[in-house]
């Protein structure tokens, strides 16, 4: 089964293509241009690094988000886009979902730690999710990070692009008790397209238009119009 898999979600993008759960290539993005400058010359350059054509993908796979509204937008319409022309399923995998398996593979977690996955949510907010393994334990919010860090005081392996920012923090909370990943900001693709695979080996097999963003907090644009609408 051959899977491609995109990540928009944040602004180190990146794609992916697996082969039966065997990731062949990731690609990562270019943070200097805009989500939408990227497609579809990413995507392209990733099949030809392959040596594989379009109509040989078997199931197409993209970041849900949390994220960038934006970057999720692009993200999910340029697969929908790719899924529907060739009549294929689409798999949304959450980018938290990602970088926990990520970090299930990091030969410095030890088997009984927690998983924190931050990802930047910018206003001095963080999404979070904490998983035991790859399971999901706690579900994802938006929120400061002193109030995540309050349910966490046993500790955790922490992950995910707002590690650097707040590395600091952390450690003065929960010292000795917090471990970080070498590489706290890792491309997901390369995730998204294996835990795509394990899906569709399960049998999930969405429609195109089954998909639906995890944007969590709304829209800056929604939240401008309603309070807009109340003057």
């Not at 928009?8 to 200097?32: E, I, K, Q």
């Not at 919010?141 to 995910?160: H, M, N, Q």
């Not at 999930?204 to 109340?230: N, S, T």
């Amino acid at each position: 089964m051959l899977v491609v898999a995109l990540d928009t979600s944040s602004r180190h993008g990146s794609c992916a293509l697996a082969v039966d759960g065997d990731v062949r290539v990731v690609l990562a993005s270019d943070p200097a241009l805009p989500q939408a400058a990227r497609l579809p010359a990413d995507l392209q350059l990733l099949l030809a690094r392959a040596d594989v054509r379009l109509e040989d993908v078997d199931v197409f796979a993209v970041a849900v988000g949390p994220g960038s509204f934006t970057g999720l937008r692009v993200g999910i319409a340029t697969m929908q886009g790719l899924a529907f022309a060739g009549e294929r399923p689409l798999i949304g995998v959450s980018a938290l979902d990602a970088l926990a398996a990520i970090a299930r593979e990091a030969t410095t977690i030890a088997p009984a730690s927690r998983t924190a996955t931050w990802i930047d949510a910018w206003r001095g907010e963080v999404y979070a999710a904490v998983y035991d393994g790859t399971r999901e334990v706690e579900p994802v919010s938006v929120e400061t990070p002193e109030r995540v860090l309050a349910r966490l005081a046993d500790g955790a392996f922490f992950i995910g692009d707002a590690i650097p920012l707040r590395r600091d923090l952390i450690a003065e909370r929960l010292g000795d008790r917090a471990r970080f990943a070498s590489d706290p900001a890792p491309l997901l693709a390369g995730a998204i397209a294996r835990l795509a695979h394990a899906a569709a080996v399960a049998g999930e097999r969405p429609a195109p238009d089954a998909i639906r963003p995890l944007y969590v907090r709304r829209p800056d644009a929604e939240i401008a119009r309603d309070a807009h609408a109340r003057r």
